[in-house]
């Protein structure tokens, strides 16, 4: 168990945790910017959570493409080419968006149930950020960019 925990830290860990100081930047300050300062957030009132979804949305897929880049190049230094780790990595993505802020919605939902819909939606989005970045690093290293084991 030791040394799974020293592996899992390692330094791509900690450059995962730099390029993620980026990534939260870009796609969740947009993320945020998308819900607060335009029109999406009145898609709440066409279909509920329409802004949360959308704005979300948006900043992952700006985020993600950021994030593409420098955890293939700089944190798992991935030399594979082609379709196939951009299949990968977007699988990955898609999984971790869905299953962190589907629990994060209806999580924070009932927990603020007495709550402005807005503040549920930005303290769900944070909820929904917090649960991503853990289930993407999982996802990233185990599965998207995981390293070849050489043969005996």
Same mark, same amino acid.
């Given at each position: 168990m030791k040394d799974f925990i020293k592996q899992f830290f390692d330094i791509k860990f900690w450059k995962f945790i730099l390029v993620g100081i980026l990534n939260t930047v870009v796609g969740n300050g947009l993320m945020f910017i998308f819900y607060n300062f335009t029109p999406i957030k009145d898609l709440d009132s066409v279909f509920s959570s329409g802004g949360y979804?959308? &704005?979300s949305a948006l900043g992952y897929i700006i985020g993600s493409i950021v994030s593409y880049i420098l955890n293939k190049h700089f944190t798992f230094q991935n030399k594979e080419k082609g379709i =196939? *780790? /951009?299949?990968k990595f977007s699988l990955n993505i898609a999984v971790c968006y869905f299953l962190a802020?589907?629990?994060a919605k *209806?999580?924070?939902l009932w /927990?603020? &149930?007495g709550q402005s819909k807005t503040i549920q939606s930005n303290i769900a989005m944070l909820v929904g950020m917090c649960l991503f970045v853990a289930f993407n690093y999982i996802g990233q290293r185990f599965f998207a960019f =995981? $390293? =070849? $084991?050489e043969t005996k």
């Open positions: 979804w959308v &704005s =196939k *780790p /951009i299949l802020y589907g629990l *209806p999580f924070t /927990i603020l &149930s =995981k $390293e =070849k $084991e």
